[in-house]
């Protein structure tokens, strides 16, 4: 079994991702950590319970625990818009995949590939944040449902520059 356990952040960046990662490796089977504004991903194999022990005791509070095994995310345009605008990329760019595979639309495209940007920039590695984020801006065409394409070009712009995240409008 695989789960994404968010946890409150009490402080971490992800230029401390690295020596995060080592540290939790040598405690659990994890396979990758994320650090976003307010909230920490800790993707983890095993038994959620026991994990979250281990990690409420380096980051406090767990917000969500969400079953990963199969890599299934509740779908669609508006799913990713909450998601991403909680800052929840990973899960943003899995709730896309059904819909693009379907369609292979390249606003879809762009939208997932926006959503790994930031799982990039989550990470610390800002040169693929940046080539992520262009492809991105790059694919997006068209409006999709509430996902207005001129206002995520534009924050797209910003966000090159500022190396942060935006919300989407609705």
């Not at 990963?68 to 899995?94: C, K, M």
């Amino acid at each position: 079994m695989r789960h994404l356990v968010i946890l409150e952040n009490p402080g971490y960046t992800p230029a401390q991702r690295g020596e995060l990662l080592k540290m939790l490796r040598a405690l659990l089977p994890v396979l990758n950590v994320r650090i976003a504004t307010s909230h920490v991903e800790v993707d983890v194999y095993g038994e959620p319970e026991s994990a979250k022990l281990v990690l409420e005791k380096f980051f406090g509070r767990t917000l969500d625990v969400v079953d990963i095994t199969f890599e299934n995310v509740e779908s669609g345009v508006d799913r990713y818009v909450q998601l991403f605008n909680q800052e929840r990329f990973w899960e943003a760019h899995n709730a896309l995949e059904t819909l693009w595979r379907s369609s292979r639309s390249p606003t879809l495209q762009g939208l997932i590939l926006l959503a790994a940007a930031y799982v990039k920039l989550q990470e610390g590695n800002l040169d693929k944040f940046e080539t992520l984020l262009r492809e991105a801006v790059e694919l997006i065409r068209e409006d999709v449902g509430c996902v207005k394409s001129i206002e995520i070009k534009t924050a797209a712009a910003r966000a090159l520059l500022e190396k942060k995240p935006f919300k989407i409008c609705l």
